[in-house]
């Protein structure tokens, strides 16, 4: 409760906004344009580029699950595209309790119940499940229980979901692996270190497709009790959460949103664990 | 001829001799040293605690960095954890000593047939002193394996404490370096007109007074090391730095950064203390004997 106080000195106190959403009566950071975090790398497929000269991918080309999403989000408040400016933003600290350089974040965060007590999230705009890539000739690779999985040397993100889901639901007898990022734990897959790694699916489907040509989507999971939504952050009392939600629930009523996830995350139908 | 004067040492011991009345007062005045240094230090404390709690931020970062509950909760993870360092650097040490000593007895072969030998070590001290320990560990870490050769172990905290030795060693053997450099020639050249050869010279003769004259900088060394082996966390097995980080990532309390930096100052501060007496040591020893 001191840290919620700390951090609404600094950030808008409404929390709820009046129902008035037009442009000019958003609290953005400044005026006029909204500015967007995510992290980089920006991984496909929720950032898409053609641009080969950007490796780290380019969250402003609009293509990409998560850059669409964005733009339809900024077009839904009143912004042009011209008007949304992205920021880098690790995705550690995106969660972390503090003042935002941001409006919003959109960068894979599950709205966990930890992380909503020191941030705001949106609506969830993706459901997602968590799934478990390795190579093809990895020891899990035709695994088709949980229980098969135990022995495995399995590693993932530090600070993500899939961490945590590792943890809870597969318990396996070795101590994951934790890495900075998702490129350590493919490196360390590809080396041999690991029999596989904990991703959600989407990811799972761009490692397999794109990355590693002789790795393989073992399987996923099925959604856990309460289920994992991918959500926007903000910071704990953006006045911004209302008029986005509402922006969000017009997509989903619209069928753009399921539109967006058929254009970029089509083809999900990995076989499920057994428990 | 001389009167036994009571609490005199025997004639030929190297103790210097104190009157028992001058050892009396000046052991009065050394009590009275440290009760008023001992009353000094907790009025002071007194003092700091009083302005900080009063300050208006404070009660926010007690909450966020010296949480007593999240601490307790967090400790066993994080002292499980703590081993994993504990290990790397009791088995890093003696390879870098050994590593270490080795180079820079390699930098101080005179003969012209050694020159591939003196190249060699000299490369190996610049190229691991002038990169960063962190990038040797991913180079290592993540590049050897990714070669997939046949007999390389795949193992992180076999190549991150490769790294770490690695590294340590080019320091190690400059310091080293530095101790046979301080030993003055005319040891050796006196050992050498006894009759011992170079190897004997440095075994009996020049070694155990270089090792000696640096051992406050090993000791220096060694303490970083154990503070180094949080890199290997970027590795993937869970040591401390990486347990701490866990935990802080899904409470937002930092505390168990405060929990993990406190493992660390009590593993590091016996050995400075040890680092400190050594030198005391070293400095007495030298008054009494004269300097070598």
Known sequence: MALAGCAQESTPTAATNSGDCSKESLATLTTGKLTIGTDLPAYPPYFVTDDASKENGDPASGKGFESAVAYAVATGLGFSNTDVVW???????????GTKAFDFDINQISITPDRSKVVDFSDGYYTVNQAIVSLKDS?????????????ANLGTQVGTTSAAFIED????TNKAQIFNDTNDAKSAMQSGRLDGIVVDLPTAYYVTAAEIPNSKIVGQFPAQAGGEEFGLLFGKGNSLVGCVNTVLANMKASGELQKLQDTWLAGESAPYFKQ | MTTDVQG???PGTDIAYVDP??????????RKNALSGILSLFAFLFIICFIVSRTPGWA??????????EFVKTLPGLLEAFLLNI????IAEPLILILGLAVALARTLKSPIFLPIRVIATLYVDIFRGIPTILVIFLLGFGIPALRLVGVPNDAVFWGTTALVLSYGAYVAEVFRAGIGSVHGSQTMAARSLGLNMWQTNRHVVLPQAIRNVIPPLLNDFISLQKDTALIAVLGPIEVLRQAQIDTSSSFNYTPYVGAALLFILLTIPMTRFA????????KQRRIAGTS
């Open chain 2, 87 to 90: 290990r790397i650097f009791l």
């Open chain 2, 8 to 10: 005199a040492p025997a």
């Open chain 1, 139 to 151: 020891p899990i690779a035709n695994a088709t229980t949980v229980a098969e999985l135990k022995d």
């Open chain 2, 60 to 69: 926010t970062v007690q909450e966020t960095f010296f949480n007593y509950e």
């Open chain 1, 87 to 97: 920021k880098t933003v690790p995705f550690n600290s995106s969660y972390a309790p």
């Open chain 1, 169 to 172: 639901v597969v318990k396996p």
């Open chain 2, 21 to 30: 009345t001058r050892r009396a007062l000046s052991q009065k005045r050394a």
């Open chain 2, 276 to 283: 400190d007496w050594i030198q005391l040591r070293t400095m």
